[in-house]
C-alpha cells in the first residue's frame, strides 16, 4: 500500500482547478498552507506592491545595452503587465539616460515611474525636471557607515539628506531613502539615519541586500526591527548571489516591508536580483487571488521572452513558471498522476499563467507533434504544415551536431520569425502530451 | 559625497582575500553578518551533510536518461567533490538500476551510497542485496495522510514500517523514514508517524517539501518542532517551484536539520530542487572554512557540466557561482572598486570556486584577448593561436546570426573537443578584464 507511482489517481478526490493548493480544514473553512502565516499581524503577503527594475537594475547587467526604443517597449510591457512601480536609470548617468526617463515618463503609463539616484541635489534637481512621480535615492555603505561610522558625520549625511528629501517633496513627487549593503552595516547608525529620514516625511525606506548574502531569518529580523522604528512604508532589494532572493523578499513580506524591488528575469549587477517571475510563483502559492487581482499572469512569458532578447540570454531551463520543466513531467512516474489530478504534485496551475501542463519535451523526439506541443508552450503561432517544416529543420541540425533544448527553441524562434510576415492561426488547446513508453514501476518520489 | 561609483575604491580599507565576508566587530574578534545566528542552539549551519541526489531525483528529470557509464562517471565526481552521501534510483524501477545500483557500491566511494524505495518488504529485500550503506524509505501523502488520516489506519502504517525498518537494520546499514509531500501533511498525524519510527530507531527521518510551495518560516516552525519530538537525525528535501529551495535548505539547517538532499544544477522532478552549487554558495557565505574543509569547491564547475552534458542543458546565465554573470562585473559601474577591493560589492571569492572575477564579458566582443578570458573562465586551456582561431569562427557564424553567450559558450566548448588531441597549455593566472570605455558617471546601486 506504499506504492507511489500509481497510487494517487486512484485514491486522491478530485478537486477543482480553482482549489488548487487550497485545502478545506478541520473546521471546514479553507485554509492554504503556503498562505500568511496567521500569527504575523504586520505581514503584507497579501497587500505588496512591486518596484520594477529591469530599466534600472537590469541596465546594469553585464550584457544589457537598451536602446531608447527597446526601452520603451518594455515600460509599456511592464505596465501592462501591472506593476505598480516602474524605476529608472538616473537621468544624471548620461544624457540619453535623461531624454529615455523624459519619454517614458510621457507615455501616460498606469504604473508610476520612479528614478534612482545619488544623495545630491544636482541629481535631484535633474530628476524633478524629467517628470517622474518618484524619485528613489541611495547613500552607499561605504559612505555613511564605513568612511562615517558610530554617529562621526551622522549631522553631514543627514544634512544633506534633509535638502535632497525637502526638494524632492517640494515638488509634490514621491521620495525613498534607502542605505547600500545594508546588512554588513551598524544596526544603530542604520536605524539612526532612517528614523532621521522618517520623521521629514519620506514615503519609503529601503533595505538593500547589495552584496546578496542575506538569509530569510535575518532578514525577518531586520525588517521588524526597522518596523518598529519608522512610520514610513518599507522597500526591500535583495541580490540572488546566493540563491535567497525570492525568499528573503517573502520574508520581508511577513515582516510587514510592503514593497519588493524585482526585475525580469531577475538581471541586475551579477546573477541579479528578485526575479519577477519567481516571486509571481511564490506569491500565488501564498495568496492567488491578490496575485491574479492585480498582475497579467499569462503575459509572463511574453515580457521574460521580450527581456531574454533584448540582453542574448536564455530562459535558464530551471526558471520558475516558464523555464522548460516547470510544468513538465517525466512520463511514466508522476504523469498519469498528474493527468488526473494536477494538484497531487504540482500546486501552481499552469493555466494561471497561460500555459499548458507537459508531459516530457525532452531530447528524444518523438516527431513533429513533439515540436508542435514545444511551440505551443512557448505561445508562438504556427500550423500543422509550419511545425512539420521546422520539425525537418530540426532533425537535419540534429545529425550534425547534438541538440539541447535551447538550441530546439532557437531554431523554432527563428523560423517563427520568418513566417510572422504570413497570417498566424489560432494555437491548438489543451495539454500538449507525448505518448510514452508505460511508466517504469517501482520509481520513488518525494 | 554621496557619489557611489568611484568612491569605494578610494575608501574602503584594503582586505585580505581570506577576509572575504568577515569583518572585525566592535570588540576586536571576527564576526561575519552571514554567519550562524548565535540564538540559534540547535543550528547545524556548521556542520551539515549533503545527500546527493543527483542520481536518483535528477534521475526524473525530463530529459535525464544516464546510462551506465554516465552514472559512474557522476558517482565518481560527486565522491571526489566530497558529498556525505550518494542517493541511487530504487533497484526495484528496473534491472538496469538494480545493476547500475551494485555497480555504483562496488567503485569502494568515500561517500555512502543510499538507495529509495517504497515502505515494501519486497524493495527492502532488493535494497540490501545490492551492497548499499543505506536505504532512504518514503511513504506517500496519499497513503497515510489522506486515505489513512486521522489516525484510522496508522497501525496499519507502523506496522509496515516495524517491519522494513527492523529488516534493514538487521543488515546493519543505515535507515531512514521520509513522508511525502510533508507541508500539506495534518501535523498530528505526522508527528505520530515520525515518533513511531524514531523509536524502533532509524538514523534519520525526513521532511520532503514535494510540490515546493514551502517558504523559510515554515520550515524552520516544523524542523523545530520535530526536533522536539525525534532524537534522530533529520533530513530535508526542498523543491524549488517557488524559488525558495537553497532559502529553505538554509534556514532548516538553522532549526537543527542535519542533512540536505542537494542534486548538481537542481535537476529533479519540474524545475527540481536545492541545487548542489547553490547550496555551497549559501553555505561558504555563513561558514567558508566548514564548507572548504570538507568540499573540493574548485571542482564545482566541471560537476556541473559533466551533469549537464548529461542531460542536454545550457547552465543558467544567473546560476550561483558558475553562471556567465555570477562573477562578472559590468564595466564602469563597480568594476574599479571591484578590482580595487573586491569586497567592496561582493563577499563570495571567485578563487575558492576555482574561478576568476570577470568584467565585463557579453555580446559586443572586442577580440581575441576577450574570447581567451572566457576560455579560462570555463576552465579549458587553448594557446593564443587557439584562441585566435576559434575567435575567427565565432565572428563568422556571428555574421550570420545574432549570437549569446551559450553560442559563444558551445562553440569554445567544440573547438576545444576538436584540439584536445594536441598537448594543453597552462592556462594564465589572473583576472580577466576587457579594455572599455570609461565609466558612466553618476549610476547608482543598491
Ligand atoms: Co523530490
Ligand atoms: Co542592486
Known amino acids: 500500500m506504499c506504492a507511489t507511482d500509481n497510487a494517487p489517481a486512484a485514491n486522491a478526490a478530485p478537486e477543482k482547478p480553482s482549489n488548487v493548493g487550497v485545502e478545506v480544514g478541520h473546521t471546514g473553512e479553507q485554509t492554504n498552507p503556503y498562505g500568511a502565516n496567521p500569527a504575523d499581524f504586520l505581514s503584507n503577503v497579501s497587500k505588496f506592491q512591486l518596484i520594477e527594475s529591469t530599466l534600472r ?24 503587465f501591472g506593476v505598480d512601480y516602474i524605476e529608472l536609470t538616473s537621468p544624471a548617468a548620461s544624457e540619453q539616460s535623461r531624454s529615455d526617463c523624459e519619454a517614458i515618463c510621457k507615455l501616460g503609463l498606469k504604473a508610476k515611474i520612479l528614478t534612482h539616484i545619488r544623495c545630491h541635489m544636482d541629481d535631484a534637481r535633474l530628476a524633478v525636471s524629467t517628470g517622474v512621480d518618484g524619485v528613489d535615492v541611495v547613500i552607499g555603505t561605504s559612505q555613511f557607515l564605513r568612511q562615517y561610522s558610530h554617529g562621526k558625520d551622522m549631522n553631514y549625511i543627514a544634512q544633506s ?29 542604520l536605524l539612526n539615519i532612517y528614523r532621521t529620514v522618517d520623521k521629514i516625511g519620506v ?28 512610520s514610513c512604508d518599507i522597500e526591500c532589494h535583495f541580490h540572488n548571489d546566493t540563491g535567497c532572493a525570492i525568499a528573503n523578499a517573502y520574508t520581508a513580506l511577513e515582516a510587514g516591508a510592503n514593497l519588493i524591488d524585482v526585475s525580469v528575469l531577475g538581471i541586475g549587477e551579477r546573477n541579479g536580483i528578485t526575479s519577477l517571475g519567481g516571486l509571481m510563483a511564490r506569491m500565488i502559492a501564498a495568496d492567488r487571488d491578490y496575485v491574479l487581482s492585480k498582475y497579467k499572469l499569462h503575459k509572463l512569458r511574453d515580457l521574460e521572452n521580450l527581456v531574454a532578447d533584448a540582453v542574448q540570454v536564455n530562459i535558464p531551463f530551471n526558471n520558475p513558471i516558464t523555464g ?7 512520463a511514466g512516474i508522476h504523469a498519469k498522476a498528474i493527468l488526473a489530478n494536477p494538484s497531487t504534485y504540482e500546486i501552481l496551475n499552469p493555466a494561471d499563467f497561460g500555459l499548458t501542463r507537459y508531459i516530457h519535451f525532452a531530447n528524444r523526439l518523438t516527431g513533429w507533434n513533439a515540436i508542435k506541443s514545444r511551440v505551443d508552450q512557448l505561445n508562438l503561432h504556427l500550423t500543422d504544415a509550419q511545425c512539420k517544416d521546422v520539425t525537418a529543420k530540426i532533425k537535419k541540425l540534429g545529425d550534425v551536431r547534438s541538440l539541447n533544448i535551447d538550441d530546439v527553441d532557437s531554431i523554432i524562434r527563428e523560423f517563427h520569425a520568418d513566417v510572422t510576415s504570413t497570417p498566424t492561426v489560432a494555437a491548438t488547446e489543451g495539454p500538449a502530451v507525448e505518448d510514452e513508453p508505460a511508466a517504469k514501476k517501482a520509481k520513488t518520489e518525494e
Chains 1, 2 share one sequence.
Not at 537590469?58 to 501592462?80: H, M, N, Y
Not at 541586500?209 to 525588517?223: F, I, K, S
Not at 522548460?324 to 517525466?330: I, R
Open 203 to 230: 514615503n519609503r525606506v529601503g533595505i538593500a541586500d547589495t552584496v546578496g548574502c542575506a538569509n530569510p531569518r535575518q532578514v525577518y529580523e531586520l525588517v521588524r526591527t526597522l518596523k518598529s522604528v519608522v
Open 57 to 80: 537594475e537590469g541596465e546594469q547587467f553585464a550584457s544589457a545595452f537598451f536602446d531608447t526604443e527597446t526601452k520603451i517597449e518594455i515600460a509599456k510591457a511592464l505596465d501592462d
Open 161 to 189: 539628506a534633509v535638502e535632497v528629501i525637502e526638494f524632492v517633496k517640494s515638488h509634490g513627487i514621491e521620495i525613498r531613502f534607502s542605505s547600500e549593503d545594508s546588512f554588513r552595516s551598524d544596526l544603530v547608525d
Open 324 to 330: 522548460f520543466c516547470a510544468f513538465t513531467h517525466k
